[in-house]
């Protein structure tokens, strides 16, 4: 499990933050980020785009058997996510019991580290997924439907003046 | 999947070249040690050595070296993506219906005419949805096909009459090349104790990459289409 030092150092990006990309043309979400749309092809618009962190279980397996380096962590999960915006993408789900992980079950993105190369080599943070408690989803449910209703208003106070510039609503989002 | 493991095994036991050589029943291939939910350590296939070799030659030349020669009807390959949270569905390998699809046709075959098969079962799963992709059971019914012994020996359609990848061993690089050899051996009739009576054309299925590419042979003892 030694991945060279460059190419962890190029996939910072959608490690750290998610980051993929998407379609401007179809719309359709990529994680890990795509170069080119396979729908689309030579129309493609790809876009880079962070997603929101917040997706469910797809499908999951308990890790028994650990390879190399995960040892001390088993048993642990790793599911399939289905992330909100459309893209899958397959991580570990942490602060969860093998027990309890259901398909289906809402999570969120959480920042962890990844792996050590050994005593003294780097260690590797990247993307897990835990649970999203029902308390901390009602709280940033909220939050997210008062950003749109407060950006819904500025919009339509927009197009209440005089003319609305035609821009596409990439709005910026608040926290992450 | 068990009862593929188990089978798999049993037909190992009649395989002189088998890595394992000894049966396992379906309540052993449950109570193995927890792998990845839900495969247990019987469910895996295991780490190989091992060589395999085949002679190809044209059609011209097959008859003047060798009296029973096997031909190839059909050498297709497709492929799918990677990773598997690309995919559509993760109850089908697209990769292997359409390398079969391709050679059916190319061999003017079905799957009907199919004697026998050797699967890539890297896991038992693999065998279970291979079996499907190939057309000889249902979508959704190989559990069913595998529990009614049809891919048993005796069955309609033996499945890893060698042992399979579970029982036989995968030697990676050589796996592809002993499925062809157990191919032809069955045609030739010189499969030994494991021998399917008036086997005369076979199937064999490889994979890499979780499902993402697919590699199909028809082999027969006639030249055809």
Known sequence: MSEGLALHWRLLQPRYNLIGTMCGNCGDHFFPPRNICPECRRKSKIERFRFSGRGEVYTYTVVRAAPTGFEFQAPYIIAVVALKEGAMCTAQIVDCLPEDISIG???????????????????????????????????????????????????????????????????????? | MAMVASKNHTNGTLNPNAQFQRPFTVEQVMASTPVADPLKLLDCSPITDGAAVVILASEKKARELCEKPVWINASTQSSDTLALHDRKSLSRTEASIKAAKKAYSMSGSAPKDIDFAEVHDCFTIAELMAIESLGFCPMGGAGKFTEDGETALSGSKPINTSGGLKAKGHPVGATGIAQAIEAVLQIRGEAGKRQIEGARTGLTHNVGGSGASCVIHVLSDEVRP
């Open chain 1, 105 to 176: 079950m809402p999570l969120e993105m959480t920042f962890r580290k990844v792996i050590a190369d050994d005593d003294a080599g780097i260690i590797r943070y990247g993307y897990k997924f835990r649970p999203l408690d029902a308390l901390a989803q009602k709280a940033s449910d909220a939050a997210v439907e008062n950003a749109a209703s407060s950006t819904k208003k500025a919009v339509s106070n927009k197009k209440s003046g005089k003319s609305s510039p035609k821009k596409k609503g990439d709005k910026p989002k608040k926290g992450g």
